[in-house]
Nanobody, 122 residues
C-alpha cells in the first residue's frame, strides 16, 4: 500500500484546512486508514481513523468536535477536515494504513505516508 498525503500549510488560529491522503495498491481498501501527527519533541499522536467500507470513525480526544475524517471510495482517498485550528495543532500530519480496526497505537499501523506540515499561527 502506498500513501500520499497533501494539503498542509500555514493558517491562522480559528481557520481550517483539509488534508488528503491518496491510497494505492491492490489491497488498499482492505485497510483501515488513519491520521497521526507529530509535533517537534513530542511522540506521534493519534488523530483519527476510518474504515473504507462501513465508514466507522474514531477520533483522538484533542480533536473531537473540530476534525472530521471521511473517505471517497471511488478516488481511494481519505480526507481530514480540520476546523477551529489551534496553535497546538501545529505538527507534521501523517496518514497511515492498518489491518486492525480503528486502532490508535502507532505500532498497529503497517504503512505510512510521507507527512504534510500544518502550522497554525496565533
Amino acid at each position: 500500500v502506498q500513501l500520499q498525503a497533501c494539503g498542509g500549510g500555514l493558517v491562522q488560529a480559528g481557520g481550517s484546512l483539509r488534508l488528503s491522503c491518496a491510497a494505492s495498491g491492490r489491497t488498499s481498501r482492505s485497510y483501515i486508514m488513519g491520521w497521526f501527527r507529530q509535533a517537534p519533541g513530542k511522540e506521534r499522536e493519534f488523530v483519527s481513523a476510518v474504515t473504507w467500507g462501513g465508514g466507522s470513525t474514531a477520533y483522538g480526544d484533542s480533536v473531537k468536535g473540530r476534525f472530521t475524517i471521511s473517505r471517497d471510495i471511488a478516488k481511494d482517498t481519505v480526507y481530514l477536515q480540520m476546523n477551529s485550528l489551534k496553535p497546538e495543532d501545529t505538527a507534521v500530519y501523517y496518514c497511515a494504513a492498518s489491518r486492525l480496526l480503528l486502532r490508535q497505537n502507532v505500532k498497529d499501523y503497517d504503512y505510512w505516508g510521507q507527512g504534510t506540515q500544518v502550522t497554525v499561527s496565533s
